[in-house]
């Protein structure tokens, strides 16, 4: 785990399997746009990638996470299925999203919130690991507890 305070959320990265749980609720499906606010190190991309068939696009500030995903997607051969974008996700048209993935603070969600519902289609699914979109309303909660803590899944519907 690895912390950092340059930016308005610390680098933390979501376990494997809440990944896959945060996915299924979402049902992702083949060719469906999954974008990941705050990419970290591109494991939501990949497991949405090689697991759901989905397309997945990363949008992280970090140059060095960003050179780490671009490094993996070559590895892994998976151009034109993953990319990631180095930028801030407030600066980023996620328009053709089909899902959005977030594990931001509930501050930084708050302050999202309007571009979500700007830029977001009607049946577009967001689902946020630990923290809420204050103002919205989830249709699932779920909680998965793990060896050493428990974690909570936002499902929302646009």
């Known amino acids: ?3 950092t305070y340059h930016y308005d959320v610390p680098f933390v990265s979501t376990p494997e399997n809440v990944v ?6 979402c049902n992702v499906k083949p060719d469906e746009l999954v974008y990941d606010l705050g990419a970290g190190d591109g494991r939501i991309l990949f497991i949405a990638a090689k697991e759901f068939k989905a397309r997945a696009v990363g949008i992280e500030i970090r140059p060095q996470l960003v050179k780490q995903i671009e490094d ?3 590895a892994e051969n998976l151009q034109g299925r993953v990319r990631v974008i180095h930028g801030n996700f407030f600066d980023v048209n996620i328009s053709d999203a089909d899902v959005v993935t977030l594990y931001l603070l509930t501050s930084v ?4 919130r309007p571009k979500l519902e700007r830029e977001l289609r009607p049946g577009t699914r967001v689902v946020s690991h630990d ?3 204050p103002g919205w309303r989830p249709v ?6 793990d060896e050493w803590s428990s974690h909570k899944i936002y499902l929302y519907y646009r």
Do not use: A, S
């Open 131 to 133: 923290f809420e979109i």
């Open 140 to 145: 699932k909660v779920e909680v998965i507890h």
């Open 20 to 25: 896959r749980r945060m996915l299924q609720l």
């Open 1 to 3: 785990m690895v912390w």
């Open 109 to 112: 969600n708050e302050r999202l």
């Open 72 to 74: 993996r997607i070559i």
